[in-house]
């Protein structure tokens, strides 16, 4: 199982990197069923000055609509701990596990994933680090600001 994690979170982190492309956030996630990839998204909070596009919740859009049986055999793969927002969209949708890169750089409401049922795993991968570090270091009035909007 560690091997496919590694595959699948690999794919979150394209779409990470595709959105530091897009001078965006670097936050990637995939949703899986069965070893088919459902969905992949990115941060777009700043490509498209979204409240609410975090790459959790662009992955599960552009997922499409799945029946809710669908939604409880996936597992959602995220370069970040999710945070108040997309879990309770994980939540909502039952999705039963989520695979995140690391939760370091900015750690969600994990103990309520957890109590609401989901099985969660950190990777603690450097490279989700890495990434989501030097772009808070490029802009740090950016991040600081986008993390004022929904902490404060």
């Not at 992949?40 to 919740?57: C, F, P, V, W, Y």
């Not at 991968?125 to 909007?149: G, V």
Request: charged content about 30%; hydrophobic content about 35%; overall charge negative.
């Amino acid at each position: 199982m560690k091997e496919k994690n590694h595959q699948y979170m690999k794919e979150a982190i394209k779409e990470a990197k595709i959105s530091l492309k897009e001078s965006g956030i670097p936050i990637g996630a995939v949703l899986v069923e069965n070893k088919n990839i459902k969905g992949r998204g990115h941060n777009k909070l700043l490509q498209d000055d979204s409240t609410i596009l975090h790459a959790e919740m662009d992955c599960i859009e552009n997922a499409g609509r799945l029946k809710g049986v669908d939604y409880k055999k996936c597992t959602l793969y995220t370069t970040l701990s999710p945070c108040e927002m997309c879990s309770g969209t994980i939540i909502l949708y039952k999705i039963p596990r989520v695979v995140m890169g690391e939760n370091k750089t900015l750690k969600g409401p994990e103990e309520y994933l957890i109590e609401n049922g989901v099985e969660l795993i950190n990777m603690n991968l450097d490279e989700c680090k890495i990434i989501l570090e030097n772009f808070i270091q490029k802009n740090p009035d950016l991040w600081n600001e986008e993390i004022e909007r929904v902490h404060d």
